[in-house]
């Protein structure tokens, strides 16, 4: 494992984020969504704990009670991060899994259409950075097809994208080849990667090929553990190669938010502190081991 020579800034003193919900008892039982009504309760426990960022969600269910979609909500949002310190710079669009941009029927492809031009703009308000676009399970570009229509739908949004200084972030199942040239057919430096540790792990892709082929791309990171072929696990149980993933972050100079979406119970808060404990103590060995 070859680390760069010049000296680097340590992990663990990387801005550390949160998937929106995580601290809170679920919505509605559902494993990961916007809490409705009562969203603004996690800034204050962010807080608390030394946690930087929140990873906003944008549902497709209630997408018109979400503060991101109105200029007053976006306010709040704003006015709450000033008051804790705790920021919203990155979003994880669910909505796109329910109804992808390249859905084969057109009044949901258009319907889609809107809805990213109008998060696009609001987030550009707030200081966002990246707006996560999930292209997996339901979303998943499962064929040529489906790949040939997502990239001419995406073209169509790079300069909004870039007017508004945000990055189109993919999360995808591709394997890593694969997701390179789908980069390079997009051709826009807006349109960037998402990289889930966990579902990598999942899916039994190798993370040293993963950044080899994109790492310099990667906009986004989320912190989370797998089985292979299993589901969310608490940190350090399933076989994601965090050893290896930070290796790659060092090499290929990601600088931006460690967004935990790790495994989570009902409850939520007690099984995120003992999962942020773990990840510090990890980043901060690995500082130790390679002299970071």
């Not at 995580?22 to 969203?39: E, N, S, T």
């Not at 309760?41 to 991101?68: H, M, Q, R, W, Y």
């Not at 990667?193 to 090929?209: C, K, Q, T």
Request: with cysteine.
């Amino acid at each position: 494992m070859t680390m760069p020579a010049a000296k680097v800034r340590p992990l663990a003193t990387r801005k550390i984020g949160v998937m929106q919900g995580r601290l809170l008892p679920k919505y509605l039982g559902r494993y990961q969504a916007h809490p409705v009504g009562y969203w603004a309760d996690e800034f204050k426990i962010a807080a608390t704990l030394g946690v930087d960022c929140i990873e906003f969600i944008l549902d497709f269910s209630d997408v018109e009670k979400n503060p991101l979609m109105s200029p007053s909500g976006c306010r709040q949002i704003s006015d709450i991060s000033a008051q804790t310190g705790v920021v919203v710079k990155t979003i994880c669009a669910d909505y796109f899994m329910e109804a992808p941009l390249h859905s084969n029927d057109n009044n949901i492809a258009k319907a889609s259409q809107d809805v990213l031009n109008q998060l696009i703009e609001n987030a550009s308000q707030i200081g966002v950075t990246d707006i996560v676009i999930p292209l997996v399970d339901q979303s998943s570009l499962a064929s040529k097809a489906d790949q040939e229509k997502f990239v001419q739908q995406i073209q169509t949004f790079t300069k909004n994208a870039e007017l508004g200084q945000i990055n189109l972030c993919l999360e995808t199942d591709l394997r890593a080849t694969e997701f390179k040239k789908l980069l390079k057919i997009i051709n826009s430096d807006r349109v960037t990667v998402n990289y889930d540790i966990g579902n990598s792990a999942g899916l039994g892709f190798d993370p040293a090929e993963e950044f080899a082929n994109y790492g310099d791309r990667i906009t986004d990171l989320h912190i989370k553990d797998r089985s292979v072929g299993g589901f969310s696990v608490p940190l350090g149980e399933g076989d994601a190669n965090f050893l290896e993933v930070f290796s790659g972050v060092v090499r290929h100079g990601y600088d931006g938010p460690f967004i935990m979406q790790a495994f989570r119970d009902e409850e939520g808060l007690e099984i995120f502190k003992r999962q942020l404990a773990w990840f510090r103590s990890t980043l901060e060995s690995f500082d130790q081991k390679f002299d970071l």
